[in-house]
């Protein structure tokens, strides 16, 4: 942890802390290691990338001073993006379903960003795929429009380069390289695959587990079923290129109820407020305790903030209080 007073907020991203989920494992043989990286000042993961990416292209002389910036995202990317062009003063043009929470919207337009929303195809479903190509095809068009610069998460190696650099070698100090196992559920798969591949170098006999929605498991080889899950950020059914599948060594899918019980769960046990894809993870780690990996030691990432899903029934009073 940055102990320095830092010279602006982009200092602040990476090195968030682990923590031994010990209550929420009590009843079951194994050790869930989560990494708070909701602790971040964008209030996710995606911090990092798009400090790395926004890097990346100054040194590269792709992004000039002033430059617009436009980026497909469903938040979190687009919070960590809004953020850092604020300091760097770049203007910055999100474009979303709006099938995403409108939280993170509203964070985006708080640190300057304009945020174009994309009507669904269907409203009453999740975002899926058909939904990510109409926001593709916008994000297309406004890059041509104001001459700018694309951050392209789901392409750029940028993406996989920092969790390879940051995130990876943070698990491996903080735990001493005492880990089993890794999942990970997969939005642009680009912290699958920096995680991954980090973990591998250390110790091939890490399992790397990717984690998708039950019905949407593109990767898994299944059949697509309903891309209409809870789970924001991802399971679009869509090929990611960022992915090396030498570092697959299993595919685990988790269903809406299993995933919004144990986000809820994570919270009133644990203290930690999280999003559905932390919750998806932990979902995913019980799979591997009960089986090949029972007594063993599972890591995952609290991927983002509970504050991001409040407009969701994820947090609904009526739901969510035991009786």
Not at 51 to 70: C, F, H, N, W, Y
Not at 91 to 112: D, H, L
Request: charged share 25%.
């Amino acid at each position: 942890m940055n102990t320095a007073i830092c010279s602006s907020i982009i200092d602040v991203i990476g090195h968030a802390p682990i923590v031994d989920l010990s209550r929420l494992t009590a009843d079951i043989d194994g050790r869930i290691l989560a990494k708070l990286e909701y602790l971040n000042p964008g209030g996710s993961k995606k911090d990092l990338i798009a400090r790395a990416i926004i890097d990346s292209a100054e040194k590269k002389g792709l992004l000039q001073p002033g430059q617009t910036v436009v980026e497909l995202t469903s938040g979190n990317t687009g919070n960590g993006l809004a953020m850092i062009c604020a300091v760097k003063g770049y203007p910055f043009i999100a474009v979303m379903s709006r099938g995403n929470t409108p939280e993170r919207a509203a964070m985006m337009r708080a640190m300057g960003a304009t945020v174009v929303l994309v009507e669904q195809s269907d409203p009453k479903a999740g975002v899926t795929g058909e939904d990510l190509d109409r926001v593709e095809d916008t994000t297309a068009r406004l890059v041509i429009e104001h001459n700018a610069f694309r951050a392209d998460q789901f392409k750029r190696e940028e993406n996989s380069q920092a969790h390879y650099e940051h995130t990876g070698p943070e698990w491996l100090r903080q735990t001493d390289g005492n880990i089993d196992a890794f999942c990970d559920f997969v939005g642009t798969g680009g912290g699958f695959a920096g995680v991954a591949r980090a973990f591998k170098e250390h110790n091939p006999a890490i399992g790397c587990y990717i984690v998708e929605p039950h019905g949407a498991a593109k990767l898994a080889g299944q059949c697509i079923r309903c891309c209409a899950h809870v789970i924001q950020g991802g399971g679009y059914a869509k090929d990611l290129p960022l992915i090396n599948h030498d570092h697959v060594d299993g595919h685990l899918t988790v269903e809406d109820a299993d995933v919004t019980e144990v986000t809820r769960r994570l919270a009133r046990t644990e203290g930690i407020f999280a999003g559905y894809s932390s919750g998806a993870n932990i979902a995913a780690a019980y799979q591997l305790l009960r089986g090949e990996f029972k007594g063993k030691t599972i890591a995952v990432n609290i991927c983002d903030s509970g504050l991001k899903y409040l407009s969701t029934d994820l947090w609904d009073d009526e739901i969510s209080t035991p009786a």
